[in-house]
């Protein structure tokens, strides 16, 4: 079931820019999860943020949670090609003992040179 | 450290085969995944051990697909008959996550991936 819906489906930018992308979710997390996926490869993790905080950096990324609306922002300052990937919200809900990961259908982001 | 390896990296079968996929966690991880990852949308979980135990296969289509993790370390996943739908990238993946939760330790880290074409 789809727990987490990124929007948008698309980004394209220029070098330099800012690339903001948002991830709503539907029921109470224990995390919120960010992903990277580049073209024929698997996916690296990028940030985790925990239900009881609001933002976190890591390097050129910024990510924010707002619980009350149930939903998450990725920013990545001054982009490079090199990010241009799938970027996958993904969220930690728990099902008695077990935890596990839902991901939502992800951003496309284009940064062109 | 090494990552997770999968193999093999492509496959192409014709609809009612067998495949079979193999995965090799990362050195001391406890918990491997398997998911599926359709053209076009995000990966979705198929089944998560802990150890060797299963802990959630809920979304494992049971009548063709089974997995398996001996002795705890590599899995196999197979899927027999295949179908034309279960074209995508499998992945695998592991976390430490050993024995409740560890704050720290709810990274997952992927592999490659097999991509599946069925036809």
């Known amino acids: 079931s789809q727990q987490g819906e990124e929007d948008p489906q698309a980004l394209s930018i220029q070098e330099g820019e800012n690339a903001t992308m948002n991830c709503s979710y539907k029921t109470s997390i224990n995390n919120l999860q960010w992903y990277r996926q580049n073209s024929g490869r698997g996916l690296v993790h990028l940030i985790l943020i925990r239900s009881n905080e609001r933002e976190k950096h890591s390097g050129r990324l910024r990510v924010t949670l707002d619980t009350s609306k149930k939903s998450s922002s990725l920013l990545i300052t001054a982009s490079r090609a090199a990010d241009t990937a799938s970027y996958f919200c993904a969220t930690e809900v728990s099902g008695g003992s077990n935890y596990k990961l839902t991901f939502g259908k992800g951003t496309l982001l284009t940064v062109n040179p | 450290e090494a990552g997770v390896a999968q193999s093999p990296r492509y496959k192409i079968i014709e609809k009612r085969q067998s495949v079979a996929f193999w995965c090799n966690p990362i050195s001391g991880h406890a918990t491997l995944y398997w998911y599926q990852q359709i053209l076009g949308q995000g990966p979705k979980l198929l089944i998560q051990?802990?150890?060797?135990?299963?802990?959630?296969d809920s979304q494992l289509p049971k009548d063709r697909f089974s997995a398996e993790r001996l002795k705890g370390v590599d899995s196999t996943l197979k899927i027999q008959p295949a179908k034309l739908e279960d074209s995508a990238v499998y992945l695998c993946?592991?976390?430490?996550?050993?024995?409740?939760?560890?704050?720290?330790?709810?990274?997952?880290?992927f592999g490659p991936g097999t991509r599946l074409t069925v036809l």
């Open positions: 051990f802990q150890n060797n135990g299963v802990v959630d």
């Open positions: 993946a592991s976390s430490r996550m050993e024995g409740g939760r560890l704050g720290l330790m709810d990274e997952q880290f």
